[in-house]
């Protein structure tokens, strides 16, 4: 019995040193000149203390790798085989985070090839002193067009590699699964109140607030469409939406494949405690969209996008005249004031006016102080996520100036952002990867309104975001986890139909 | 053996008796009989194992190799985490695994031959069949791939092509099982499979082989002339791969009445070898319903099927990759589509992207020849254009961007009647012979003016003429053979003796004189009948 323990001691012993390769600094490595490339991009970044390993892989050929991440004293060590796959051991890397906030961490990667070792340029990576929101809610589905199939709505805790599914359908292909969801949007960075939509079989909205989760049907004769782009107040259970008339076209020659048009919309004031709906503004030649409460939440950004040839044209055919002109239809940053009190709206006001010089905006996300307005500037259009020419700008809202963020932006897509809660970090998505499949990508932004170079979305296995075969869409952080479970949202979509809506008149000059 | 179990066995034990040789002595009954001329019975499992093998590796290889092609399998968790995470997820895994091995068809039928002949044998067992009864047996592995036969592109298209593998998988295994549950109850020893075995008499042995024989027959019937269109496409995307065209053309010519997917890749061979003005009408074009359904069991016009290699080949990149992304988004990435995807993102100069799905692509088992021939082009651009195919692709990607939509809705991919100005020659080509299918005529006159005073192709020139037919002044800048103007007259006089009859019969009784001529196919061919329709597709406006 004995000499079994013993055996199965040695077994552990073998295992557990085989599973724990030590990696040591290579001596006379030679500094070369080479570029170092590494996917994805971690070199010289600002990164948050609580952000997980940033494990990656190195590009650069050679038949072992070996990386050392200095602070000061501390340091660790970790290496790969000839995949290049760079892996950190999680606690050290908390460790070294930890300690390391607020300073320079230097990266210095060896490469062994038939020659010896060589030694990279040390690259940086800067620990911010803020962290960033744990959670990160984003929708995973293909870069497609028209069909959709399985898709989910999921929660990563970014300090770690855990992933929740808040909901998802259709694994095994069902007619009645196949519905879209989309949209998901949650109450001033609390993952306690968000919604998000259904669209096709059992559609409807979502709401989860107070421990339980109703389906809304929000059509209602009075308002223009479906609710579609939510924006909580941060304080009540209001929500705005704009409600839009959609479609899409696919160019034949441009890498941009996929165009999606707004053939009107309008903004709408939705009281989840009520179940009242409202129109704010219902214009036929202005097309509102993309509306965003202020953290004070007596003002609603939004983008408009001003068409007198709608005043000519029938319904039917605005579509038509929004495709053959798609390139000339612009939106300029708006705001609309509003009274808690008596929970009606103000008049529309110009906060940036981008169509005069042939720009178009969309998305604009008001930091959490309430000074800066992030949003997407492009050539055309709203729905920059399919724009190769959309990057983030910033309106600093105490001196009115516009700026891009050129240390984030890239030459492809950057859009559908938002802040995290201390307005010191934002998260976007980016096309930058490949063109196609959009990935979140997280940037510091600092005291002085600036921004940092961006940094993808860290994942256990560096090639994920590779082989992932899916987006990832609307990236939201909250300071915490979704508690409601998968459940409470699937019976809440198969249940019933819907709660109706009631529609009320807030808008001061119809009545 | 305890002793008292070895006293009541001596005592019950009878021996039997032995002639003067030694030998056993013929039982009376057989002895009273004629001798019998002996029956040549080959064993049935090794006769079973033969047949399914020849009919995967030989028969229905196209057929296999294209599902392979359908199928998407790599050994990393990460790809293929959204199977995994299907119920069935394992099984779905276990079939798309061995499916790889119908990427060499003599190999996947060598396996899928052991595995049913291995299920039936363990079933032989499990249920000790006798007599006849041994039928079901030896019939059930041949009645599977029947099924499949039944199933035509729906085995892979718009399905999960694992379960080609799932079935003959879990009957193996529910064998198995029962074998094993029977052998510890009955303690009955297994016979060989390799070897005669059974109780029954040779006569009984002979009649069953016979009627497997004759099953087996009858499946070779059913997948060669009653799928011919099934087996003449996957052997045209077999040919395609290996870009030869000429024997896709010769494959569709034989085509008693050629399916929409044979027809589409018989455009494609023809635009490639720059035939498309002269052969084009030299199938009969009436489509056959090839009873193909959706998931959700609507009847499918199959246009899916073929359209995203239809759009490539006329240089409609972006709708080509669309169409596969659109596929994918459905049934998850299949071999076939990345490859295409990642010559859309080469010649769309995305870089980055082709890295992606040719990074998919070495994933996969046995893919490596692609990744070595075709990889290289994506550090090296210029490679493209010395690709002969990918440069004559390149050749018709349009001048000027527009939206899909526009385009004339496609009774046959592969052609874009909307183009008004093109890349080369070859772009005007396919385009008047989208006009001529579409028999759009004033379209294809529109465009023929430019190549006034030139010699035209065999059908464009046929198609001027009979649109001369109302107004001789529209004839007149062309050179026009006399021979075409005399085949034009004999034509209408031999039409007109039918005048007022169905066109279907019209069309059987001039074939053989006029197929391949436009005109006959302007008024005969290509006539929406019942077994017209298109797919739907579930949509949303915007995912």
Redesign the interface.
């Known amino acids: 019995m004995k000499k079994c323990n013993y055996f199965l001691i040695f077994l552990c012993v073998i295992a557990f040193a085989s599973c724990n390769h030590s990696y040591q600094i290579p001596q006379n490595a030679t500094l070369t000149t080479e570029n170092l490339c590494i996917y994805p991009d971690y070199t010289d970044i600002v990164i948050p203390a609580n952000i997980a390993p940033l494990n990656f892989m190195v590009r650069n050929k050679g038949n072992e790798f070996v990386v050392v991440v200095k602070c000061g004293k501390k340091q660790i060590i970790s290496g790969a085989g000839e995949d290049g796959k760079i892996i950190f051991d999680s606690t050290a890397w908390r460790s070294q985070l930890t300690s390391c906030k607020g300073k320079k961490m230097d990266v210095t990667l060896y490469v062994k090839r038939e020659g010896g070792w060589i030694v990279f340029k040390n690259y940086f990576l800067q620990i911010a002193e803020e962290p960033v929101d744990a959670y990160l809610t984003y929708r995973l589905?293909?870069?497609?067009?028209?069909?959709?199939?399985?898709?989910g709505i999921y929660q990563r805790n970014v300090t770690t590699f855990d992933v929740h599914t808040i909901y998802e359908n259709n694994?095994?292909?069902h007619?009645d699964e196949?519905h879209?969801i989309?949209c998901h949007n949650f109450k001033n960075y609390d993952a306690n109140t968000l919604l998000f939509h259904v669209?096709?079989n059992m559609g409807g909205t979502l709401i989860a607030k107070n421990g339980k989760v109703e389906k809304l049907n929000t059509k209602n004769d009075s308002i223009l469409g479906s609710c579609v782009y939510p924006s909580w107040n941060p304080h009540h259970n209001w929500v705005v939406f704009s409600s839009n008339k959609?479609?899409?076209?696919?160019?034949?020659?441009?890498?941009e494949?996929t165009?999606?048009i707004d053939s009107g919309s309008d903004l709408v004031f939705y009281n989840a405690d009520t179940k009242q709906i409202s129109n704010i503004l219902r214009t036929p030649i202005d097309m509102e969209t993309f509306p965003c409460w202020n953290p004070a939440g007596n003002r609603v950004y939004y983008c408009m996008c001003h068409r007198p040839e709608f005043a000519h044209i029938p319904d039917s055919m605005r579509s038509r005249d929004i495709?053959l002109n798609y390139n000339n239809v612009r939106y300029n940053l708006m705001s609309i004031s509003f009274d808690e009190k008596t929970q009606t709206f103000g008049k529309p006001q110009l906060e940036y006016d981008c169509a005069s010089f042939g720009k178009s905006c969309s998305v604009p996300r008001v930091s959490p102080d309430g000074r800066y307005v992030l949003f997407t500037l492009g050539d055309y259009g709203q729905?920059h996520i399919w724009h190769k020419s959309a990057d983030l700008y910033v309106k600093d809202l105490k001196t009115g100036r516009v700026y891009p963020m050129k240390a984030s932006n890239s030459k492809d897509v950057d859009s559908f952002h938002s802040w995290s809660s201390n307005g010191r970090w934002f998260v976007f998505s980016s096309r930058r990867?490949?063109?196609?499949?959009t990935r979140p990508y997280f940037a510091y932004f600092d005291h002085n309104g600036q921004s940092h170079k961006a940094f993808m979305l860290p994942q256990k296995?560096p090639?994920?975001n590779?082989?992932?075969?899916k987006s990832y869409n609307i990236p939201e952080l909250t300071r915490n986890a979704v508690t409601y479970t998968f459940k409470q949202f699937h019976d809440a979509i198969y249940d019933y139909e819907g709660t109706p809506v009631t529609y009320k008149e807030i808008r001061k000059d119809i009545k | 053996m305890s002793s008292k179990k070895y006293k009541e066995n001596k005592a019950n034990y009878k021996p039997q008796k032995k002639n003067l040789a030694g030998k056993h002595q013929p039982l009376p009954s057989v002895k009273t009989k004629r001798k019998k001329r002996k029956l040549p019975v080959i064993p049935p499992f090794i006769l079973l194992f033969v047949m399914v093998w020849i009919f995967c590796s030989l028969i229905y290889n196209n057929v296999f190799y294209i599902a392979e092609q359908y199928d998407y399998f790599a050994f990393d968790k990460t790809i293929m985490q959204n199977i995994l995470d299907m119920n069935t997820g394992i099984l779905i895994l276990i079939g798309r695994f061995l499916l790889l091995s119908f990427h060499y068809p003599l190999f996947g039928g060598f396996v899928m031959a052991v595995i049913l002949t291995l299920a039936a044998w363990l079933l032989d067992y499990g249920f000790h069949l006798k007599g006849f009864a041994r039928l079901i047996v030896f019939v059930f592995p041949i009645l599977y791939l029947a099924w499949e036969v039944f199933q035509g592109f729906n085995l892979y298209y718009q399905n999960e092509p694992g379960y080609i593998f799932v079935y003959p998988f879990v009957a193996l295994f529910l064998a198995f099982i029962i074998a094993v549950v029977v052998r510890l109850k009955t303690k009955r020893h297994i016979q060989p499979f390799w070897k005669n075995t059974g109780e029954e008499n040779p006569q009984i042995k002979f009649i069953n082989m016979l009627v497997t024989m004759v099953v087996f027959v009858g499946l070779i019937i059913f997948a060669v002339p009653f799928r011919d269109n099934t087996q003449t496409t996957v052997k045209m995307q077999r040919l395609m791969e290996d870009n030869d065209w000429d024997g896709m053309i010769d494959a569709a010519l034989k085509v008693k009445r050629p399916s929409r997917s044979v027809c589409c890749y018989y455009a494609i061979a023809l635009s490639q070898t720059d035939q498309i003005g002269s052969r084009m009408f030299d199938i009969h074009y009436q489509y056959p319903n090839m009873h193909i359904h959706t998931r959700t069991g609507e009847p499918d016009a199959t246009t899916e099927y073929y359209a995203f290699d239809g759009d490539f080949y006329a240089g409609l990149i972006n709708t080509s990759y669309h169409e596969c992304m659109e596929h994918s988004v459905i049934d998850g990435p299949s071999i076939l589509r990345l490859k295409r995807m990642y010559f859309c993102s080469l010649l769309n100069g995305e870089l980055e992207l082709g890295y992606k799905y040719l990074n998919l692509i070495s994933k996969m088992p046995f893919e490596s020849d692609f990744v070595e021939k075709y990889g290289p082009m994506l550090y090296s651009p210029s490679m493209v254009k010395k690709d002969p195919n990918l440069a004559k692709v390149a050749e018709l990607i349009p001048l000027e961007d527009s939206f899909e939509q526009w385009y004339r809705t496609p009774l046959f991919i592969g052609y874009n009647v909307m183009l008004s100005s093109g890349r080369s020659i070859r772009a005007l080509y396919n385009s008047l012979a989208a006009c001529l299918y579409n028999k759009d005529l004033d379209a294809f006159y529109r465009r023929t003016l430019p190549l006034r005073g030139g010699i035209l192709p065999k059908s464009f020139e046929e198609a001027v003429v009979l649109y001369g037919l109302k107004d001789a002044d529209r004839i007149k800048n062309f050179q026009i053979s006399p021979m075409t103007l005399q085949t034009t007259r004999s034509f209408l006089s031999d039409a007109l003796n039918y005048k007022g009859q169905d066109r279907k019969n019209v069309y059987y009784k001039l074939c053989s004189q006029y197929l391949g001529y436009y005109p006959f196919y302007y008024y005969f061919e290509n006539i929406p009948d019942e077994n017209y329709f298109l797919s739907k597709k579930e949509t949303s406006h915007v995912n």
């Open positions: 589905i293909e870069p497609g067009y028209e069909l959709y199939r399985q898709l694994r095994k292909y007619k196949n879209c989309n669209r096709g959609t479609g899409q076209t696919f160019h034949l020659l441009k890498k494949k165009e999606v495709v729905f990867n490949d063109g196609s499949f296995d090639e994920q590779l082989l992932l075969f």
